[in-house]
């Protein structure tokens, strides 16, 4: 007895020695192979979707931009570099000076290449002033020169004692916070 498969694979064979004469070997590579061009005239092409060896159909590849490069050529047409690169520093903020500065400090903005921070206490504003330098540097290597060009350093916001319809006029207080 034969196997199903074995015999429905005779039948291939038989039914393309009848049309062609020839069977493809499949171990071949090019068992899938069109038959050459028939002589003295030119092969007509088949209409619809060219397929690969396999028989499956070819991926339809445009020649179109990716989506970075139009975004990027977008950027650079409309001026939008040094805004994206600032938004960059505020939202990398950690990364640029470490976490446990980016823990004590806050990038609040960034105006006319001034980067405003605002810190928890007086005593990191001052070890941060005396780190300007370093943190310039560093964003320049990132971002590119020319981005943030000055920081603004400011201590915490001391409280307001201006409550009420009825206050003294004055300073308030004399007291230092931070």
């Given at each position: 007895?034969?196997d199903?498969i074995e015999?429905?694979?005779?039948?291939?064979r038989?039914?393309?020695?009848?049309?062609?004469?020839?069977v493809?070997?499949?171990?071949?590579?090019?068992?899938?192979?069109?038959?050459?061009?028939p002589?003295?005239?030119?092969?007509?092409?088949?209409?619809?979707?060219?397929?690969?060896l396999?028989g499956?159909?070819?991926?339809?590849?445009?020649?179109?931009?990716?989506l970075?490069?139009v975004?990027?050529?977008e950027?650079q047409?409309?001026?939008?570099?040094?805004?994206i690169?600032?938004?960059?520093?505020?939202?990398?903020w950690e990364e640029?000076?470490?976490?446990k500065?980016?823990?004590?400090?806050?990038?609040?903005m960034?105006?006319d290449?001034?980067?405003?921070?605002?810190?928890?206490s007086?005593a990191w504003?001052?070890?941060?002033?005396?780190?300007?330098?370093?943190?310039?540097?560093?964003?320049a290597?990132?971002?590119g020169?020319?981005?943030?060009t000055e920081?603004?350093?400011?201590?915490?916001?001391?409280p307001?004692w201006?409550?009420?319809?009825?206050?003294?006029?004055g300073r308030?207080?004399?007291d230092t916070?931070?």
């Amino acid at each position: 007895m034969t196997d199903p498969i074995e015999q429905a694979f005779e039948r291939i064979r038989a039914e393309a020695m009848r049309r062609n004469g020839s069977v493809p070997d499949l171990n071949k590579n090019d068992a899938f192979r069109r038959p050459p061009a028939p002589k003295g005239g030119v092969e007509k092409r088949k209409k619809g979707r060219a397929s690969g060896l396999d028989g499956r159909q070819k991926r339809y590849v445009r020649g179109a931009e990716s989506l970075g490069s139009v975004l990027n050529k977008e950027i650079q047409r409309r001026g939008w570099g040094k805004d994206i690169a600032g938004g960059w520093v505020t939202s990398n903020w950690e990364e640029l000076v470490g976490a446990k500065i980016a823990q004590h400090t806050r990038v609040e903005m960034i105006k006319d290449k001034k980067l405003f921070i605002t810190c928890d206490s007086t005593a990191w504003a001052t070890n941060l002033r005396m780190m300007q330098r370093q943190i310039l540097q560093v964003i320049a290597e990132k971002v590119g020169p020319n981005i943030i060009t000055e920081l603004r350093i400011f201590g915490p916001q001391a409280p307001s004692w201006r409550k009420g319809p009825l206050h003294v006029k004055g300073r308030g207080p004399r007291d230092t916070y931070g």
